[in-house]
């Protein structure tokens, strides 16, 4: 296979040994190749081993193979070529394909250098350039073949790539096309798999019910790197800013960080935000939009970017990111996928959200239940104190919505009533039917003036209760006025003071008896000196009574005895009215009046002893219930 002398040189017989050997090294090639490619069904390793092979066999220095992944040609695989010139060749869109990756070429410097191929490959100092392209053979119901990617080599000898080399590589191609359908095929199964797996995880940790923390961990750990995510990044949004609340990343290494580990330009963000559509970064190093923080990734090269917005409800809560080390075209499968994916971790932490909205809800809901309950308890217990303390001091309230007319009295007012305060009608006009007939008015006049002027009354009147017994009752209200001044609310207090005016009527007794003992010296004196007088007119009467001519003065005698007697009379008289604990006679009277009267009948004496009085009444003093005679004594 080495000899490369013209057939005219060879010795008879030669030509037949020769073609033998190129023959068997073939085979022993062949079977080479398909020996190890039998070893491995992934894709990239058969590259790997296709490409090692070849390059050996064909002692070339450098070589690729090209694979079509989607709407590209994109080199998967590689021998020798500097980084520089690999830059060049990366990946082609299959309208702009170079016509050598389509069908079988070879280039030597020395004979033709065409356009299609950079110029930068010759500068390498590659002398010699073949291609052979990888198709899958034409079968029932196809059209034509189906390229499926192709094969480069390149050296910088130039006689390299002999026409029987060509020949064997040829040969070699469909072989090589099946091995690597067949790895396709098998991935692509594989990563359906996987894809499938990582969706079922997904959804389990929806329907588990797990954390934020889980979810993002499932997410980050599952997604493996033969879907072509050898880093993946998750960032959550901070509501109405529109930016990273929370970001969680896997490098390349396997290790998480929570740190920001690349910031996105405003562009892209609204490509997220507002479009909510997939981004592709073919190269991120000549792609500004997305700028990585070198020193929280720990120096790893980032080379091609996979955005996904997290939309819920037609609204963008955040982004998951797909992020390799190698150049790479997305397929449209994977693309799908990772939209997928996208949709089920948006929805698995929205459930999250809510679901801890709902539970923080809950708990908060439980805390103001509780409150409820307690403010409950403590309203109940203030109510069963505020109606012992009303019990205790004869006391009540009243609640009156003057728009609506509705009335609401308390129990301790009930019990003053005498009836169950549930019972009550809740009218105006049912609260006056408890006052008693005679000041009614009185207490009607009072509730007007406190609506239209003063705004509160205290006043003192008598109740009726349903079994006819009355009490004497000491109420207080206030009104309370909108912003208008119109009057809203009134509340008002009721305290039974019957039991008081019972007693200040019989300490008033006390004190007139107290003063019976005081007066008695004075009183028997009074009565005294009458009696003498009428046992000194009785015994001039009697001593007289038969003469004819004294009957004038035994009629002055018994004249004089008649007024003793009558002063006796009146003096007694005025004891018994002090002493008798007579029911008083109460009723709605002017204090002032009652003032002056006592004033009027006690002024001769003052005169006669040289007291002099002056008075000086407030203008509107309110009326009193009492008894004008009583009120009156001294």
Request: charge should be negative; proline fraction near 4%; aromatic fraction near 6%.
């Amino acid at each position: 296979m080495n000899d490369r002398t013209s057939n005219k040189n060879c010795v008879p017989g030669s030509r037949e040994k020769a073609t033998i050997l190129r023959q068997k090294e073939d085979l022993a090639a062949r079977g080479r190749i398909i020996s190890r490619l039998l070893t491995t069904f992934d894709l990239q390793e058969r590259l790997e081993t296709i490409l090692e092979e070849v390059t050996a066999f064909l002692r070339a220095e450098f070589g690729g193979i090209y694979l079509r992944e989607e709407e590209r040609a994109v080199l998967r695989s590689w021998i020798g070529l500097s980084p520089r010139l690999r830059s060049h060749l990366v990946s082609f869109p299959l309208a702009e394909m170079p016509g050598w990756m389509t069908g079988a070429c070879l280039f030597r410097l020395n004979e033709d250098k065409p356009e299609e191929i950079p110029g930068l490959v010759w500068k390498e100092g590659i002398q010699a350039f073949v291609s052979i392209p990888l198709k899958i053979p034409e079968y029932k119901g196809q059209d034509e073949n189906d390229w499926i990617g192709t094969i480069f080599l390149a050296g910088k000898r130039e006689d390299a790539f002999a026409g029987h080399e060509m020949e064997t590589l040829r040969r070699m191609a469909d072989h090589l096309s099946f091995a690597v359908d067949h790895s396709r095929a098998y991935q692509d199964a594989r990563e359906r798999l996987s894809r499938l797996e990582v969706l079922r995880d997904i959804d389990q940790a929806i329907i588990g019910r797990r954390s934020l923390q889980e979810i993002l961990r499932v997410v980050l750990e599952r997604v493996p790197t033969e879907l072509g995510a050898d880093a993946v990044a998750v960032s959550l949004m901070n509501g109405e800013q529109e930016r990273p609340e929370i970001f969680a990343m896997r490098l390349p290494n396997g290790t998480v960080i929570e740190e920001e580990a690349f910031s996105l330009a405003e562009s892209l963000l609204h490509w997220f935000m507002e479009r909510r559509e997939t981004v592709i970064i073919f190269e991120l190093a000549k792609d500004p939009r997305l700028q990585m923080h070198r020193d929280r990734i720990h120096g790893f090269r980032l080379s091609s970017y996979l955005g996904v917005p997290l939309v819920v409800a037609d609204k963008t809560i955040g982004v998951l990111h797909i992020l390799t080390c190698e150049p790479k075209v997305f397929e449209r499968e994977a693309v799908a996928f990772f939209e997928t994916m996208a949709g089920q971790v948006a929805i698995a932490i929205e459930n999250v959200r809510l679901f801890e909205t709902s539970r923080r809800q809950g708990l908060e809901l439980e805390k103001k239940v509780a409150e409820l309950e307690e403010s409950k308890r403590r309203l109940l217990d203030s109510r069963a104190r505020l109606s012992e303390a009303e019990r205790i001091a004869c006391i009540g309230n009243w609640d009156w919505r003057i728009e609506e007319n509705d009335m609401r009295l308390s129990e301790g007012l009930g019990v003053i009533l005498g009836r169950d305060a549930e019972e009550f009608d809740g009218t105006f006009k049912a609260a006056m039917h408890l006052i008693h007939p005679e000041d009614r008015e009185f207490v009607k006049q009072a509730v007007t003036d406190a609506l239209h002027k003063r705004g509160s009354f205290d006043i003192e009147h008598r109740l009726v209760l349903s079994d006819g017994t009355q009490k004497t009752v000491r109420q207080r209200a206030q009104v309370f006025f909108d912003e208008p001044n119109h009057p809203r609310r009134m509340f008002g207090t009721i305290q039974d003071v019957t039991r008081e005016k019972e007693m200040e009527i019989a300490l008033i007794q006390q004190e007139k008896m107290a003063s019976l003992g005081h007066l008695a010296a004075g009183i028997a004196h009074e009565i005294r000196n009458p009696l003498s007088g009428i046992n000194v007119c009785l015994d001039t009467i009697g001593e007289n009574l038969d003469d004819p001519d004294r009957r004038d003065d035994i009629e002055e005698l018994i004249s004089e005895a008649k007024n003793a007697t009558e002063k006796i009379e009146a003096v007694v008289k005025h004891v018994m009215d002090l002493a008798a604990p007579d029911k008083p006679s109460m009723r709605r009277i002017n204090i002032s009046e009652a003032i002056q009267e006592a004033i009027l009948l006690s002024s001769a004496t003052l005169r006669k002893s040289g007291i002099g009085l002056e008075t000086d009444f407030a203008a509107a003093i309110p009326p009193v219930f009492a008894d004008l005679r009583l009120i009156e004594q001294v």
